[in-house]
């Protein structure tokens, strides 16, 4: 796939993005917001001993047993101030040159972001890096299953490092492969045997894996006849899936599957939810028998926050506002918004207003307060008002990142994620299909 190269829109501004300085300005009493908890404002290394996701929206979801860890970032690192991190990093950047290749997801701080070489959601810097083939280390500043996403569609000598392991993703991780087999099992018992076809050409289901789950679940929809989607791509890859399957079995995000399949005219009582805790998913098998798309029982804790009280208050204090959210949001939150689409939806919406314009975002509030300054034409505010950025996404830090940087300059490849064979090649299978049925966007360049 060809990556476009989207000039970042660079508006000098004095809106400070920095959602570390408003989490420390309102932790030392200098302002008056509100944060999730005071917890924001220490070093994510305090956090990474410890079996959780760390401060922030998804601190109360529950960390599988044999998520990575992350060693002890060392004391230099830790005690290193921001300016001096800063610098670390630019002059790491400087003598790696053209080896090393830095990605900053939207939701980054902007204390990373700054020095990514890209930016954007999780598939379009997974494919730019594709574009870098003379990059000998593809610097992942994202979550860890974005990381084997990378890794999936770089080159074998092309090492994708994650600069902080305990970074991973709740709601990847509430799809757990041994729960998803488990499930596959139960449905041949209830809808017959899963591989073969009826009279009209229909397997019973078809596993469709959003981009935000692990490498083993690509893998295991690559080998059973499945694909992946983004959140940009979920229609068209859903009516891929209804044209060989008699229904869907979605995951992890029963939010983006329910609010695509609603969109599509799939009524809401065929839309059984599978809870893996429970004897088929918590539904009966004339449910299964009658469903269109099977929704697994996760979700993003970060859109969770958003609700329509939220909506509700906007709308009262900005007349005219514009509403839109980040179809991870539950489906009321969707429905009362004004529009619903992807990060880079988003950003492109906000990027095409022509007058200016009251913004309310229900997505990430590190994306939102990076917006704000970039386009300080238009009013941008979050409309969740406590300052609660992605858990995982704060343990990248400044310090992990010049870390991994000054160990590449010295020779050394830390925090490598490699994905086995074994689940690459049908993984890459299922991205393949994906890319038929509709690429995603690509992403910018700093
Ligand atoms: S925002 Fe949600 S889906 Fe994205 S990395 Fe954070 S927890 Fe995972």
């Known amino acids: 796939m060809s990556i476009t190269v989207v000039p970042t829109p660079t508006v000098p501004t004095s809106i400070d993005a920095s959602v570390d300085h408003a989490i420390r300005s309102i932790v030392s009493g200098a302002s008056t917001d509100a944060t999730c908890t005071t ?6 290394w305090d956090f990474d001993i410890r079996p959780g996701y760390g401060p922030g929206s998804s601190m109360g979801d529950v960390i599988p047993t044999g998520a990575p860890r992350q060693g002890e970032l060392p004391l230099a690192y830790r005690e290193a101030s921001e300016e001096e991190l800063d610098e670390r990093i630019r002059a790491a950047k400087r003598t790696l040159g053209d080896r090393a290749v830095i990605l900053g997801h939207f939701y980054q701080r902007e204390e990373v972001v700054r020095h990514a070489d890209y930016v954007g959601d999780s598939f379009q810097l997974a494919t730019a890096a594709k574009g870098r083939p003379d990059a000998e280390a593809i610097v992942f500043c994202g979550v860890h299953f974005m990381a084997e996403t990378a890794d999936l ?8 490092i994650l600069p902080n392991l305990a970074a991973g993703c709740s709601m990847a991780d509430m799809a757990d492969i041994d729960q998803v087999e488990d499930c596959w099992e139960q449905l041949a018992d209830v ?7 009826d009279e009209s050409g229909r397997v019973p289901v078809v596993p469709v894996t959003y981009m935000n789950s692990s490498a083993a679940i690509k893998g295991f929809v690559g080998r059973h006849g499945g694909i992946v989607c983004t959140s940009s ?9 209804f044209e060989r399957g008699r ?16 969109a599509m005219g799939v009524p809401l009582s065929q839309m059984p939810m599978w809870n893996p805790r429970r004897p088929l998913g918590g539904s009966t098998a004339s449910e299964l028998l009658d469903s269109r798309v099977i929704l697994w029982h996760g979700f993003c804790s970060v859109h969770r926050r958003f609700s329509v009280a939220q909506i509700d208050q906007a709308r009262a204090e900005h007349p005219g506002v514009r509403v839109i959210v980040h179809p ?29 314009t009251t913004f309310a975002i229900g997505t990430e509030i590190n ?16 409309l969740d008002p406590v300052v609660c950025p992605c858990s995982t996404m704060y343990r990248i830090h400044p310090g992990y990142l010049a870390w991994v940087l000054e160990e590449l300059v010295a020779g050394r490849t830390p925090n490598r994620i490699t994905v086995s064979a074994d689940v690459a090649d049908p993984a890459r299978i299922a991205l393949e299909r994906m890319l038929a049925a509709r690429p995603p966007l690509a992403a910018s360049a700093r």
Request: net charge negative; aromatic share 6%; charged share 25%.
């Open 153 to 160: 569609l770089s080159g074998p000598d092309q090492a994708v």
């Open 39 to 44: 917890d924001l404002a220490a070093g994510p």
């Open 367 to 382: 994306l939102v307060r990076r917006l704000a300054a970039q386009f300080p034409q238009h009013r941008i505010f979050c």
């Open 247 to 262: 229904r869907v079995l979605f995951f992890p995000d029963q939010h983006l599957g329910r609010n695509t399949a609603k």
């Open 233 to 241: 791509n979920a229609m068209t890859v859903l009516e891929w899936a």
């Open 191 to 197: 809808l017959g045997d899963l591989d073969t076809p």
């Open 328 to 356: 991870e949001c539950p489906m009321e939150v969707v429905d009362a918004a004004d529009e619903a689409g992807s990060t880079d939806y988003i950003r492109r919406a906000i990027a095409a207003a022509t007058e200016p």
